[in-house]
């Protein structure tokens, strides 16, 4: 489980954008992210796995306060969070396999990375995993020999040879086409299901958001204004949403406000 508890962020001295969220995610749930651009979607992404300092409040993985970690400690929970990412960031003269396997260099020693001595077993969930999502023939090929589709298959399948307790996913879709990012949502909800993994993904598509994620949490510069099923996200929800600016947030204006 996942539970973030007055979460604040502010970069420098300007404005909070994210301020006191509150956020809980549990089991297989597929929960998506929307919000204007400037929301703080992509700050409360990558708070969660401090590629973004936090400025306060609390953010618990299973029990693991993770604000507080440094150092191996950190770098030992963030193998615990898959990430995966808007551009693929694959490393393009590498091959498939070879980026697949960098999922695993968190659980290696440090000769064993070098050397990409993999265990039997990494490369047996490997093979597994690229069959999974349609990619096993490709395992030898050069990344940037793939389709955008195919590669954001490679980045998902290295987030999840982290063996991870939660799957973070930062605009998965927003570099494919509209079928493309469609097959890409429908395999991260049936991954969430299979894997027993919470999965949340921060979208703009929200006609996809809609279809294929179970909850949905909107935000509205910097503060959670909706946090329900897909099909409660009526008009006046999304107006609420959608509209307006950081001005008028700062003066009050949202959907729990006003309700
Ligand atoms: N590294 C940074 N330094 C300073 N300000 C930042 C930084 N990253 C983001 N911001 C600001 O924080 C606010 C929230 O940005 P964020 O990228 O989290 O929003 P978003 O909802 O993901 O937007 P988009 O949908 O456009 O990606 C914006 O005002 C942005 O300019």
Redesign the pocket.
């Known amino acids: 489980m996942l539970k973030i508890t007055d979460l604040v962020k502010r970069?420098?001295s300007?404005e909070p954008?994210l301020k006191n969220l509150d956020l809980t995610v549990e089991g297989e749930t597929v929960v998506s992210v929307i919000?204007?651009?400037?929301?703080?979607?992509?700050?409360?992404l990558?708070c969660i796995n401090r590629l973004?300092e936090p400025t306060s409040g609390s953010i618990v993985l299973n029990g693991a306060e993770l604000t507080k970690l440094r150092g191996r400690e950190l770098r030992m929970a963030r193998r615990r969070i898959g990430m995966v990412f808007q551009s693929f960031n694959l490393v393009d003269r590498l091959t498939v396999m070879e980026n697949v396997m960098s999922g695993r260099l968190g659980y290696l020693s440090t000769w064993a990375a070098v050397s990409r001595r993999y265990p039997k077993e990494d490369i047996r969930r490997a093979f597994e995993l690229m069959e999974r999502v349609g990619i096993a023939h490709y395992a030898d090929n050069r990344a940037d020999g793939l389709s955008g589709g195919e590669r954001q298959r490679v980045g998902v399948v290295r987030a999840l040879m982290q063996q991870p307790e939660i799957l973070l996913a930062d605009?998965p879709t927003a570099s494919l086409d509209p079928k493309t990012s469609e097959q890409i949502m429908q395999l991260l909800r049936d991954l969430a299901g299979e894997l027993k993994l919470p999965v949340l993904i921060?979208i703009?598509n929200v006609t996809e958001a809609k279809q294929y994620t179970d909850r949905i949490v909107g935000?509205r510069y910097?503060r959670i204004i909706f946090d329900d099923a897909p099909a409660a996200l009526t008009e006046d929800a999304m107006e609420a949403i959608y509209s307006g600016s950081?001005a008028a947030d700062r003066a009050g204006a949202g959907l729990k406000e006003a309700s």
Do not use: D, F, I, Q
């Open positions: 970069y420098g300007g954008v919000g204007s651009s400037g929301a703080g979607k992509s700050t409360l990558r973004v605009e921060n703009h935000m910097g950081p």
